[in-house]
């Protein structure tokens, strides 16, 4: 999808490029910013579910084949939401709010399998909707708002083999007809719609492939099969159909469901009568499964009458208030091998009731009011399951199970027990699985010693025990899991589980267990295969660093160890606590309130792959260190969640080189670093939600790596919000932009390298062209800075001479013969003479600053010489300044030679004033001079006249003028 990111760092392109190639390199693979990607062999998944979406998200890999986005607010789905997804075979877009698919979206995905839609609120399926979807084979549309399904909508959907319409609005049967252009249909579920009426010449008049048909939850009034549309219907559920206890049944051949073999018959609402008559109108030929739960007003005698042959298996009875089992209730049924009669109010078991089901295998008696067995079931000894469970039983007797020598599974949890002797299993050889939890056991001592034997899993959570004494379950070598969770077990007696040798799970979580319960490490001897143990919410606290003896030793074969949630808090790890534990893959160390690992911790658990710390206080700096990780190479789950951490620097050094997936959401960490990142090569998973982020180019290389590598997924890093600075709270880290901090070295270099050539470039071109206007701007700001220094010193407007006179050393004799005798001892003028007035010793610039600056005017003599000394030039573009600022007539131009105004050109502003003709002329040679020192005078009188436009120049042109320079 997007261009290669080194591609773009490794060439000098201006940085509009450069942010170009940021800018697409975004649309990666895991940069998918609110869903998870995972990539399982040849299964691209992408779970977007409960994202709050609104739309179908825009950057989801277009190689996905699994695409979950349940449970958002999508109300839409367009064509161009799934532009380049191709291989999508589940689309599970259920739970949002879509009314609309637009018409062509199918084509996207001609290898989809499974569409879930359910749970929207489409209206009709048009006939583009699903259209090319050939390889469908299961389509979810219930609950939505179906009312009508366009005659075409189903041509082309040739492998369809289940389809939900469950919980829909259709009314008409016939509006479900066009399902059945899909030729290889097995289940149709179309319960809860509205049907009042069902007639099966209105969905077909030839045979169909459904073997699945639920009807169930309609008000149907009528139920009339004319034809055989169902040869190989195998499941019909008809529950909670009738209305007003009423519903036409007319079955016109009595061949018609003879293949069906599990009816599902539970809440119908007719009457009794209505029933028998249905179960024995009809012939059945091939009924074995009976489910008749929750029957309104119908006396389950009467109907057990209708129901019950001998062809049937199962036969369920949940929920119909049945309190007591009489003698030979099920005496036609006498070939059911399950009976459940859950739910009910059984409270009296009378013995014969069973006798003769002599094929009953499964009992299901759970949720009644027994409260005691008495020998009921000695006459079904091949009963190989009961559920006993949630009853009132409070005593047992060694008879009461003694004949059910095949029985496997014994439940009699949530019963009021407080005593179970040996007897009770003594001739149960075959019990495999015993729950007995939930009840009110003190003591389980001598309970399992003669066996039984073959028991493979015991549940005594929930129960009041208190102590596990040596050779308890001595007998129970078969068993495989072992759960006493939830007791109030405070003492654990050495070997108490011996002769467990085959046990893998060992549960004692949420007991009383402390430190001194396991101190011994003989608790845990005799379980060689001991594959779990949990020891999580228990009282065990450390104060020691080492153990003298440690506990575990010998369970050489623990692969998990759950020790977290201890209720006082750890303490400490003692350094040697793991010892022993050769085998641990995974251990679950959190919300211990622990501060400080040992770095000998996982000394002997060197196949450690799973790590869980969170929820501890690991906010000190020394809490962990880069040792701790050290013997466990094998790392690739760490998780820290919410552990107090400022920095995660101690994984600098650990050389976790198979790390893969790192949590550590919910802690203070605000820098994410290179170093961090590099040191964690096989990193495929990170979660770093809810931390304290610093939004700066601090943590720039973590943004640019976390947008752009598409091995790492940043797990929902569009919702890692900035903490620091205060001003970008409320901001998302993602956001930040950091383009100014992606400035590299070439990039620094390409820029110097440039600006040196365009410099030179510039410099070489402006000593060519432009040399005298720059001259001229250089002085002209020095005379601007000496002005603004001028101007604050001047307030009185009083000056020491009438003009400066501003001359070329070479036009001196015209200066001392003509101009001083006519200006100042004629006309009375005082002149400022630099061969005369200027200070000895002073710069020179000084001078003429001083000069120009305590003189009313200042008067230019323009000869040839004038215009080569630098010097003369200067004077005039100081007068130029003091105009330009005072906006005052200061400067007269006297030309004593003719010069074309061409040669005046690096002297614009002279220039501008010579074309506009506002200077003096000396007379040529001849003519009258008297002409010239009357125009003089004027020019000296003027005072500050604005009026004399044609000599001042205005502000703005000097603006002008400075600005071309
Ligand atoms: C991610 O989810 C949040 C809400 O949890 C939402 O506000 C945000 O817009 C989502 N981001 C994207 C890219 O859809
Ligand atoms: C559909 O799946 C088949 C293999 O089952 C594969 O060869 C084909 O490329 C897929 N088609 C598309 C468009 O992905
Ligand atoms: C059909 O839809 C109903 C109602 O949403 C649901 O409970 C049921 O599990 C669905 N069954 C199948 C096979 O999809
Ligand atoms: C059953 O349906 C057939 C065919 O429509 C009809 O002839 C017959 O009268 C119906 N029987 C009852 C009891 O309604």
Redesign the pocket.
């Known amino acids: 999808m997007a261009g290669n990111p080194t591609k773009c760092s490794n060439i000098n392109i201006p940085q509009t490029v450069l942010s170009l190639c940021i800018l697409i390199v975004q649309i990666g693979a895991f940069s998918l910013?609110?869903c998870t990607v995972q990539d399982e062999t040849f299964q691209l998944k992408v779970l977007c579910y409960k994202?709050?979406?609104f739309k179908v998200?825009a950057d989801i890999p277009n190689k996905v084949k699994y695409l979950d986005i349940s449970f958002n607010s999508i109300s839409e789905i367009q064509v161009k939401d799934f532009e380049d997804i191709w291989n999508l075979s589940h689309l599970n877009s259920s739970n949002n709010h879509i009314s609309n698919i637009q018409d062509g979206t199918s084509q996207h995905f001609p290898n989809l399998t499974n569409l879930n839609l359910a749970h929207n609120r489409l209206k009709k399926l048009s006939g583009g909707l699903l259209q090319g979807l050939t390889k469908l084979q299961v389509l979810r549309l219930d609950d939505n708002a179906i009312e009508s399904i366009d005659p075409h909508a189903f041509n082309t959907l040739s492998s369809l083999k289940v389809l939900n319409l469950t919980k829909n609005k259709l009314k008409q049967i016939h509006r479900v007809q066009p399902v059945l252009a899909s030729p290889s249909l097995k289940e149709l579920l179309v319960g809860s719609n509205r049907f009042d009426t069902f007639n099966s010449y209105d969905l077909s008049r030839r045979s169909l492939t459904v073997t699945k048909m639920d009807f169930s939850n309609n008000p149907l009034t009528t139920f009339q099969i004319t034809d055989n549309i169902f040869p190989v219907l195998d499941y019909l559920d008809m529950s909670n159909c009738g209305k007003n206890t009423s519903m036409m049944w007319n079955i016109t051949d009595k061949a018609f469901l003879n293949s069906v073999r599990t009816l599902n018959l539970s809440g119908v609402d007719i009457p009794g009568e209505s029933i028998t008559a249905l179960l024995q109108n009809s012939s059945w030929a091939s009924l074995n499964k009976l489910r008749l739960n929750e029957m309104k007003g119908v006396k389950v005698e009467a109907l057990l009458q209708a129901a019950c042959s001998p062809k049937l298996n199962v036969l369920r009875l949940k929920g119909n208030k049945i309190s007591k089992l009489t003698n030979y209730m099920f005496q036609h049924c006498f070939n059911l091998t399950e009976l459940d009669l859950a739910t009910n109010e059984i409270s009296i078991v009378s013995a014969p009731v069973f006798k003769g089901l002599t094929q009953l295998r499964k009992l299901q008696l759970q949720l009644n009011r027994l409260s005691h067995v008495n020998n009921s079931f000695q006459l079904i000894p091949t009963l190989e399951f009961i559920d006993l469970s949630r009853n009132r039983i409070h005593k047992l007797n060694c008879s009461d199970f003694a004949n059910l020598t095949l029985l496997t599974h014994l439940y009699l949890y949530g019963n009021r027990i407080s005593e179970i002797r040996s007897c009770l299993f003594k001739n149960l050889q075959h019990l495999e699985i015993l729950k007995l939890g939930t009840n009110q056991l003190l003591t389980i001592g001598s309970t399992f010693e003669h066996g039984p034997q073959s028991l493979r899993e015991l549940q005594l959570t929930y129960n009041k025990l208190s102590a596990v004494t040596n050779g308890t379950f001595k007998s129970l070598s078969n068993l495989r899991v072992l759960d006493m969770s939830n007791n109030q077990i405070f003492e654990i007696k050495g070997q108490a589980f011996s002769g467990l040798i085959n046990l893998a799970k060992l549960l004692l979580s949420s007991n009383r267990i402390t430190a001194d319960t396991i101190k011994d490490p003989k608790v845990f001897l005799g379980m060689p295969n001991l594959k779990l143990l949990e020891l999580y919410s228990n009282f065990i606290k450390y104060r020691e660093t080492t153990l003298h003896l440690p506990p575990f030793e010998h369970l050489k074969s623990l692969k998990i160890m759950s020790i977290h949630s201890q209720r006082r808090g750890i303490g400490k790890i003692p350094s040697n606590l793991l010892q022993g534990l050769t085998s641990l893959n995974m251990f679950y160390g959190g919300s211990m309130n622990l501060q400080y690992l040992h770095p000998d911790t996982f000394n002997s658990t060197l196949k450690l792959w799973f790590l869980d710390l969170s929820k501890n206080a690991f906010g000190n700096e020394q809490s962990i260190s880069a040792e701790v990780f050290h013997p466990i190479q094998r790392l690739t789950k760490l998780i820290l969640k919410r552990s107090q951490l400022h920095s995660l620097n101690f994984l600098l050094d650990a050389n976790l080189s198979r790390l893969s997936v790192l949590r550590a959401s919910e802690n203070t960490l605000d820098v994410i670093n290179k170093t961090l990142i590099q040191s964690l090569p096989r990193l495929r998973y990170l979660d770093l939600e809810k931390n304290t982020f610093t939004c700066d180019c601090s943590n720039a290389f973590f943004i640019d790596w976390a947008m752009k590598n598409n091995t790492t997924q940043i797990v929902y890093l569009?919702?890692y919000a900035c903490s620091y600075p205060p001003s970008l709270r409320g901001t998302y880290l993602a956001d930040l932009n950091t383009d100014s901090c992606n400035v590299n070295v070439d990039f620094i270099c390409f820029v110097c390298s440039s600006a040196v050539v365009i410099i030179t470039l510039l410099v070489s071109f402006i000593y060519h062209f432009l040399y005298w206007q720059v001259i001229y701007a250089y002085y002209l700001f020095l005379a601007f800075l000496y002005d603004s220094k001028k101007k604050q010193m001047r307030h009185q407007h009083e000056f020491q001479y009438d003009a400066f006179i501003s001359y070329n050393a070479q036009d001196e004799p015209w200066v001392v013969e003509e101009l001083v005798p006519n200006l100042e001892d004629e006309q009375g003028w005082r002149l400022c003479l630099h061969y005369r007035d200027f200070e000895p010793g002073r710069p020179i610039i000084d001078n003429i600053m001083d000069g120009i600056y305590s003189s009313r005017k200042t008067i230019c003599l323009i000869t040839h010489n004038y215009l080569r000394s630098n010097w003369c030039s200067k004077e005039i573009q100081m007068a130029n300044f003091r105009l330009f600022n005072d906006q005052k007539d200061v400067l007269i131009l006297v030309f004593l030679e003719d010069i074309p105004t061409c040669h005046l050109s690096p002297y614009y502003q002279m220039r501008k004033l010579v074309k506009k003709k506002t200077y003096l002329k000396w007379p040529k040679p001849g003519d009258d001079a008297r002409i010239f020192w009357q125009k003089m005078r004027q020019a000296l009188e003027t005072k500050e006249d604005p009026d004399k436009q044609n000599i001042i120049l205005s502000g703005e042109e000097c603006r002008l003028t400075s600005r071309i320079l």
């Open positions: 910013q609110n994202m709050g979406f998200p569009s919702k």
